[in-house]
């Protein structure tokens, strides 16, 4: 064994997840986080060397050179992986907040040509620097709340330029910042002006897709497939071109009005199926049937304020994996905290402390096709680690609308750390 380069130890409790990374965690297996009474983790050249009780992991790799960090009192988790946002756009939507408590309903806002459509005007008017100046803003403050790991999506351009320019700027930044991204390509979500929703869909299939898959820029390809926007049809269309261009699937899918979506994405075997506030009884069985995780999106429901929200207890008895993201975005969730969403979790969705924590670690690292690498503390895994200032569990969702984050460490660096 060689010695550590960075030794984190004394940890009151750490959860370190282990035993779900060949498959995600389902039903009672979501509440197995893998806890260890004063724990500690090695990490050498970024990656996990040893996990274990303080005495076994200090025998084994405390060397001269090693480094270390005392977590005495508090709670070690692995980083949360945040599996679906929206981050890079440019410009802010608060202007429609009037209109939300006046309870003009979102698809109006964005049939109004507001909304998503509105953020595509920004977005294009911004310079490059000026979107990735935002962005990185917004990667900071999600670091800051313990996130090491996202995926991004594409999908406030709607033309090829943008759309690919979209991508080429998450893989900058993927570069640039310590966050670790993953880039979903979405042209279509939105129809904008000048065409019907059959028209660009054949522009998303026959000029956007293979652009984007030529050039090797996106991972994931996700629909927004709701009523009003990409009907079941085009989604299917759309999603099926992707996957013989090699591309993962994901879907937003039966978020606003129940209409098949989840069955949809049973049927094509994406990946995740994300939103799933009006799942059928019919979608959960087959989305649990076909391994489909179901991406939960808790702070979406609040910033809606319709008091709707998943029905994550029956997708848990059904078997589905859940997954927890922020859904960051500049309408329906200007936040970048993984904490708020996991108090929202467990308050709305009513899922335990554990299965929040499964839901925002191994089970999101699943969503996004990094299970091998993130989402647990286990040896070879990346030494993406959170230190949270909280003596137990319960207490992170409990004591919300702070930061519970005292130190992020990203594959084995320091790379924040809350002021003294
Ligand atoms: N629902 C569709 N897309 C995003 C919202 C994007 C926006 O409002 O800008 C979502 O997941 O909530
Ligand atoms: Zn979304």
Redesign the pocket.
């Given at each position: 064994m060689h010695y550590a380069d960075l030794l984190i130890h004394s940890a009151r409790m750490m959860a370190t997840l282990k035993g779900h990374s060949d498959s995600p965690a389902v039903g009672e297996k979501m509440s197995e986080i893998g806890l260890i009474e004063n724990g500690a983790v090695a990490i050498r050249e970024g990656k996990i060397i040893a996990v274990g009780t303080t005495e076994e992991v200090r025998k084994a790799c405390l060397g001269p050179e090693t480094k270390e960090i005392s977590a005495e009192g508090k709670v070690v988790t692995p980083g949360f992986v945040d599996p679906?946002?929206?981050v890079l756009y440019g410009g802010s939507r608060e202007n429609e907040l009037s209109l939300k408590l006046k309870g003009v309903p979102y698809l109006d806002i964005l049939k109004q040509g507001g909304g998503i459509l509105s953020t595509v005007r920004s977005t294009k008017q911004a310079s490059d620097e000026e979107i990735k100046t935002q962005t990185n803003r917004r990667l900071r403050t999600m670091l800051s709340f313990g996130t090491t790991t996202a995926e991004v999506?594409s999908?406030y351009g709607l033309t090829v330029e943008e759309e690919l320019r979209a991508l080429r700027l998450i893989h900058e930044l993927d570069k640039e910042q310590a966050v670790d991204l993953v880039p979903t390509f979405?042209g279509a979500?939105a129809v904008p002006a000048g065409y019907s929703e059959e028209e660009f869909t054949d522009y998303v299939i026959d000029e956007m897709l293979p652009k984007a898959a030529a050039e090797g820029l996106a991972e994931f390809c996700?629909v927004?497939c709701e009523p009003g926007v990409f009907s079941l049809e085009s989604s299917e269309r759309i999603l099926v071109k992707a996957q013989q261009l090699n591309l993962k699937l994901k879907m937003?899918a039966d978020e606003l009005e129940s209409a098949g979506g989840a069955e949809l994405a049973a049927k094509l075997g994406v990946v995740s199926a994300?939103?799933l506030l009006k799942v059928s009884e019919a979608g959960i069985a087959a989305l649990a049937q076909k391994g489909v995780i179901a991406a939960l999106?808790p702070a979406?429901s609040f910033n809606l304020a319709k008091n709707s929200y998943a029905p994550a207890r029956e997708m848990v008895r059904a078997g589905v994996p859940i997954a927890l993201?922020t859904?960051s975005?500049p309408g329906?969730?200007p936040t970048e905290s993984m904490p708020l969403v996991l108090t929202i979790a467990c308050l709305y969705l009513r899922l335990t402390p554990e299965e929040a924590l499964a839901g925002a670690t191994i089970n999101a690292a699943h969503a996004i096709g990094r299970a091998d690498q993130v989402g647990s503390l286990e040896v070879g895994k990346k030494g993406d680690v959170l230190i949270l200032d909280i003596p137990n569990l319960n207490y992170l969702p409990y004591h919300f609308g702070n930061n519970p984050v005292e130190k992020v460490i990203k594959g084995g660096k320091l790379v924040w750390e809350a002021q003294a």
């Open positions: 679906h946002t929206h999506k999908g979405m979500h996700d927004f937003h994300d939103h999106l979406t993201a859904d975005n329906s969730s």
